[in-house]
């Protein structure tokens, strides 16, 4: 009951920061800046990268997109390196997605290690602050119903596999994760799509059913990868600074991983539009 009343303390906590600065668009930014730096202190813990290398280049990056977005966010090597950023990305992240279904160890885990800290993590927030800048103009719905439905999906596939699933998912890397528990969060991930749709206006609610669909696909496949970097350490969380929960990455992997495929999706409904 104690760990219980914990966790849930530390997750309402953890949610209520986040919702605070979703009212201010410097709040998110310098609140995402110290998310990403706890994370990656977890994540080079994790792949054993010492230094201060991965740092440097996260301050930068992130840094130099933020700017972007503040004072010269219609800039044309604003519009130019988002792209070159996001091919890159999305380059490494399906690598990695293959990696899933070796048996070996992630070979980007043994060497080249500040390709996945810049690719992976970095890039990965840099993502998420761009999409609550929507078509250039602060839109922070759209990024809370993005964790919504990244949390509606963990939360239903948990309880759906725990009383109903019977079909392993990943048992070599996640035993607890089953097929009956991944369907059931993207069914209730795509009914929670619908209220964010009438409650937010912002997106129509087939978009929401997309963005659901993307949430719920690659949020379950992000959250695979951190537990086969977790089980290659040889560990079982991330960190500690979330007590009930793990480390910061541990509730952030899935949203992470998902977020430059969401910012692709948005940015495929701009020219659509």
């Known amino acids: 009951m104690k760990e219980l009343s914990t966790r849930a303390l530390s997750g309402i906590l953890y949610v209520s920061l986040l919702i605070l600065c979703l009212k201010s668009q410097i709040a998110l930014t310098i609140l995402f800046f110290v998310f990403g730096v706890i ?5 080079n813990k994790l792949i054993g990268l010492k230094g201060i290398v991965p740092y440097i280049i996260f301050i930068i990056l992130y840094g130099l997109f933020a700017y972007w977005q503040h004072f010269a966010n219609t800039d044309r090597g604003f519009t130019e390196t ?3 950023l996001q091919v890159i990305t999305l380059f490494v992240q399906l690598i990695l997605i293959k990696d899933l279904f070796s048996e070996k160890t992630i070979p980007l885990f043994e060497s080249k290690r500040f390709i996945i800290t810049t690719f992976y993590l970095t890039s990965g927030f840099v993502f998420l602050n761009l999409i609550a800048n929507y078509n250039n103009s602060f839109v922070p719905n759209i990024l809370l119903g993005s964790f919504i439905l990244a949390w509606v999906n963990d939360t239903f596939a948990y309880l ?3 009383n109903f699933g019977k079909q392993k998912l990943f048992p070599r890397i996640s035993p ?8 059931g969060g993207l069914f209730f991930a795509c009914v929670a799509s619908y209220f964010i749709s009438t409650y937010t206006e912002t997106l129509d609610f087939t978009s929401w059913l997309i963005m659901a669909i993307i949430v ?3 949020g379950t496949l ?3 990868i951190e537990s086969k970097f977790k089980r290659q350490a040889n560990v079982k969380d991330s960190g500690v600074i979330m007590p009930g929960h793990g480390g910061l990455l541990d509730r952030l992997d899935s949203v992470i991983f998902a ?10 409904l701009e020219h659509v539009s």
């Open 39 to 43: 994370c990656l202190a977890e994540f």
């Open 216 to 218: 719920s696909v690659f």
């Open 82 to 84: 988002t792209q070159i």
């Open 259 to 268: 977020s430059p495929f969401i910012f692709l999706f948005l940015r495929l």
């Open 160 to 162: 759906v596999g725990k």
């Open 176 to 183: 607890k994760k089953t097929v009956e528990g991944f369907l």
């Open 222 to 224: 992000g959250d695979l």
